[in-house]
């Protein structure tokens, strides 16, 4: 019999539930018109919340209630609650029209004053409010309301972000993509709409349902969406174009809640008619195994070449990692066995082994000629966001969504040691080239450089003013790379002579803007960069001396950087859709490449820096070469035939693409004729 246990507290009705991360703790919502933070010493048992002692609590757990923190404050129901990802703080909606944000990692909250310091009161919305939920890190709050909006609020300071105005009806639910992009909501005017989070811009709106949507959720991959309705349906929906697949019909009245399990490949749906129906793949429509093929093309989230340049690996949301021919594009071995999306994957030295990192909290070790799996290395809170390889290929560092850094034995997968001090997920990490430093980047905002043999931070630097996603040494170890959600690339002084100095901040050396074109002034691309670079104070933020240098050109947050073998350039991903190229030296902006019809999530140089390899969330790995340095051509393969072999180099606009290039003439390596069939070619500069 399954053990449970009973929860009691309430006095009303008890609307909303929500779990923490690592499930040791369950936040309710009720229309006592308070919120309850319930703790437990290990993840929970299955729980009944109620109001009331009940006369069959003699069959549950004889186990005593957990005491709960009771916050108070709203005047009237709880009628949504969510947990931030790092389980920091607890956000509420309720009928009074208001969002509360709650601090509880001191383990116990005052009063319900918003003037405590315990609690933020986001006031905007002008009827009920009937969903929250955080967003990506968790720096962001949205929420859904009955007066028509969704909003999106700093969840730090409580500032308002955006209003996102479309619906004609109450919005009812609102529900955040995985990679914190996007935005969708529900609404009784009987549609789903997506919206861009960073920009507000409205995406695909999807309506099939005969009634009010109730229901709302994202699949593991972001790629899919559910809904349930008042009609008695469930459907699926693509969440990138909007279109409408399976229509799932079993349930007599209202569909209530909506999730996906299994990876993607089941449904589960409560309805008001007391059931809850799993619904199969075959119910779904789609085909046996895996909703997506393995050998098919995903969203790939890191791109990375081999020591020889011979290879390029990818982490795909498919929960595998690819091997391809830099030179040819062919498909080599496919890495499976994670459970979860692959983020971030790394070359040992030797070039014979591979690591990934995954949502799935792992990390594995991997043969790459024949894609055999080795350690798998357990230990982190939370899914792991990166990975590197020290230089000797001894050590693997790993950086998580638990704030923290790990240190592993590559030979043997053994953890050697856990650095503390990020406040925010880390989501980008660096080896220097002599390997006794080891650089981060985080949520928090800041750069750590940590001495490896020490096992400490000597050094945090503070410049961006918005999540780091991504840290990379220049090859002679003095200066470190930068980019962030700000939209800015920094360059830093980490020399022993600045690392041993006092990180007292002063005003910024350089601002650098990069042109569109190679006319003098600044164009309308660059107004449009500068103002999103400044209107996060990218340019007015008080800096460590430590920074030389930020470079300004991207319109969008910045999720990848690295520097070439040389020294002589850096390249930049951006959600733009953009990789951008710049002089190491100086900082000047030497070229934009463009061809991506979705964010750039990783972007990397070949070991003799001839190549450029971009992965992006539009399904593509694009390889930019030099003119004078053309990709051999290599036979035209059909789009059966490609995806038949796993190909993930594709482009869908016309043949030849629209490059904006300044100094190098850069090529694109893959494109799709009108014949639709996929060839490497040396491709002439756009006119």
């Known amino acids: ?143 859904g309301s009955h007066d028509q909006t969704v909003r999106l609020w700093d969840s730090v300071s409580g500032a308002p972000r955006l209003v996102l105005r479309g619906h004609t009806g109450w919005v009812l639910r609102v529900a955040c993509s995985p990679t914190g992009r996007f935005v969708l909501s529900c609404s009784d005017d009987n549609t789903l709409r997506l919206w861009n989070a960073v920009t ?43 279109a409408a697949g399976p229509v799932l019909r079993g349930h007599a009245e209202t569909v209530t809640g909506v999730a996906f399990a299994s990876g993607g490949r089941r449904v589960v749906s409560c309805s008001k008619d007391r059931s809850v129906r799993l619904w199969s793949v075959a119910q779904l429509g789609l085909p046996p195994g895996p909703v997506r093929q393995d050998t098919t093309p995903d969203c790939v989230w890191s791109i990375e070449f081999s020591p020889d340049g011979r290879w390029l690996l990818g982490g795909l ?27 971030s994957a790394a070359f040992l030295p030797n070039g014979k082994q591979a690591v990934t990192a995954s949502v799935d909290k792992t990390l594995r070790i991997w043969d790459t000629a024949t894609g055999a799996p080795g350690p798998i290395l357990h230990g982190h809170g939370a899914m792991v966001a990166c990975v590197c390889v020290s230089p000797d290929g ?34 980008g990490l660096a080896f220097s080239p002599d390997g006794q430093l080891l650089a981060s980047g985080s949520f928090d905002n800041s750069v750590r450089v940590w001495d490896v043999a020490a096992r400490k931070a000597v050094r945090v630097l503070l410049g961006h003013t918005d999540d780091v996603n991504s840290v990379a040494f220049t090859p002679d170890g003095m200066r470190l790379v930068s980019g962030a ?82 020294g002589a350039q850096i390249v930049s991903a951006s959600d733009d859709k953009t990789v951008r190229l710049w002089s ?77 290039v300044m100094g190098a003439q850069w090529q694109h390596a893959a494109a799709i004729d009108s014949e639709a069939a996929l060839m490497f070619a040396q491709l002439q500069r756009a006119a």
């Open 200 to 242: 507000g811009a409205p995406g695909p709106v999807m309506e099939g349902h005969t009634d009010k949507v109730e229901s709302i959720a994202f699949s593991v991959d972001g790629r899919q969406v559910v809904s349930g309705s008042k009609d008695g349906t469930v459907r699926i929906w693509d969440a990138v174009s909007g």
């Open 394 to 427: 001894r050590l693997i560092a790993s950086g998580s969504w638990d704030n923290t850094v790990r240190l592993w034995s590559a030979s043997s997968g053994a953890p050697v040691a856990v650095l503390h001090g990020h406040t925010g997920m880390v989501a």
């Open 485 to 566: 959600d700000d939209c800015t690339v920094c360059i830093w002084d980490v020399s022993p002579g600045r690392l041993q100095q006092p990180p007292s901040p002063t005003a910024p050396t350089s601002l650098t803007t990069a042109p569109e074109t190679t006319t003098t002034g600044t164009s309308a691309g660059d107004s449009a960069a500068a103002a999103a670079a400044a209107s996060t104070g990218a340019t007015a933020v008080v800096r460590d001396p430590a920074l030389l240098q930020t470079l300004v050109g991207h319109s969008s947050r910045v999720f990848s950087v690295a520097v070439s073998r040389d």
């Open 584 to 660: 190491a030296a100086n900082g000047s902006a030497v070229a934009v490449l463009r061809g991506h019809s979705a964010g750039v999530g990783s972007a990397a140089f070949s070991p003799d820096g001839r190549l450029v390899a971009s992965a992006s969330d539009d399904m593509t790995v694009i390889v930019w070469t030099k003119a004078d340095h053309p990709l051999p051509l290599s036979q035209a393969l059909t789009t059966a035939q490609v995806e038949a072999q796993g190909w993930s180099i594709l482009w869908s606009a016309p043949f030849t693409p629209k490059l904006d």
């Open 1 to 143: 019999q399954q053990q449970q246990q009973q929860l009691l507290g309430h006095t009303g009705h008890v609307y909303a539930v929500a779990f923490s991360p690592d499930d040791r703790m369950l936040v309710t919502g009720s229309a006592d018109r308070t919120v309850r933070v319930w703790r437990f010493q290990s993840p929970a048992l299955p729980v009944t919340a109620t109001a009331t002692p009940s006369s069959s609590s003699s069959s549950s757990s004889a186990s005593p209630s957990p005491q709960a923190l009771v916050l108070t404050g709203h005047t009237n129901w709880v009628s949504s609650v969510a947990v931030s990802p790092d389980g920091r703080s607890v956000a509420s909606g309720s009928r009074d029209r208001t969002v509360r944000i709650w601090d509880i990692s001191g383990g116990a909250v005052s009063g319900a004053a918003s003037g405590s310091g315990a609690c933020i009161v986001l006031v905007g919305h002008t009827e009920d409010v009937r969903s929250v939920a955080f967003l990506g890190s968790g720096k962001t709050l949205v929420s």
């Open 317 to 343: 949301k498919n929960k595998t990692a690819q091997l391809w021919q830099a030179a040819t594009g062919l498909a080599g071995p496919l890495l499976r066995g994670h459970v979860g999306a692959v983020t």
